[in-house]
T-cell receptor
Framework: QKEVEQNSGPLSVPEGAIASLNCTYSDRGSQSFFWYRQYSGKSPELIMF????GDKEDGRFTAQLNKASQYVSLLIRDSQPSDSATYLCAVSGYSTLTFGKGTMLLVSP | DTGVSQDPRHKITKRGQNVTFRCDPI?????LYWYRQTLGQGPEFLTY????????KSRLLSDRFSAERPKGSFSTLEIQRTEQGDSAMYLCASSLVAPTGVDEKLFFGSGTQLSVL
């Protein structure tokens, strides 16, 4: 059974700080990795994807991938209260994505 | 096209009743997925279609669950003889299979929140 593990949180950071969200996965054959943001009562929204080892930056977001350690992370710079949400890590499998339970992020003004 | 559309947004039903949900994917996408999400959990995969073919259905939760995509466009998910444990958010997503391989970026609809009383 493929597993994706995330700390459920909540992770609390002050406004303007860097938020670091982490994810580990069990399937060494996974090739694609995704971060989704989900506001309470809403559906998941894709915010980042990464396929290769290293860092990928998009605005205030940086995704980091280490396949050897089976570890994916998401950094959010200059965190804003509007970033308060649950962040879901998703890992590719055979034609589907397996999701973690998500980490709740709370950004205080 | 404004994205993946799901209907209804909310459904309240009594235990034992049948319910059907509809999903319209992004028009150029040829893969359609159904997921279920309960409180505090990540989305759980149920089934998916490529065009009209249902390529994976072993993860449907029981034989009370079925899905169709008769013309390769919209899809329906039916739950027969609903139980209180079926209460959840049912999410539909779509993606594009390109000739060079699968684009695994899934785009979700707003979901259907099912409450079974």
């Amino acid at each position: 059974q493929k597993e994706v593990e995330q700390n459920s949180g909540p992770l609390s950071v002050p406004e303007g700080a860097i938020a670091s969200l982490n994810c580990t996965y069990s399937d060494r054959g996974s090739q694609s990795f995704f971060w989704y943001r989900q506001y309470s009562g809403k559906s998941p929204e894709l915010i980042m994807f990464i396929y290769s080892n290293g860092d990928k930056e998009d605005g205030r977001f940086t995704a980091q991938l280490n396949k050897a350690s089976q570890y994916v992370s998401l950094l959010i710079r200059d965190s804003q209260p509007s970033d308060s949400a649950t962040y879901l890590c998703a890992v590719s499998g055979y034609s589907t994505l397996t999701f973690g339970k998500g980490t709740m992020l709370l950004v205080s003004p | 096209d404004t994205g993946v559309s799901q209907d209804p947004r909310h459904k309240i039903t009594k235990r034992g009743q049948n319910v059907t949900f509809r999903c319209d994917p992004i028009s150029e996408h040829n893969r359609l997925y159904w997921y279920r999400q309960t409180l505090g959990q990540g989305p759980e995969f149920l089934t998916y279609f490529q065009n009209e073919a249902q390529l994976e259905k072993s993860r449907l939760l029981s034989d009370r669950f079925s899905a169709e995509r008769p013309k390769g466009s919209f899809s329906t998910l039916e739950i027969q003889r609903t139980e209180q444990g079926d209460s959840a958010m049912y999410l539909c997503a779509s993606s594009l299979v390109a000739p060079t391989g699968v684009d695994e970026k899934l785009f979700f609809g707003s979901g259907t929140q099912l409450s079974v009383l």
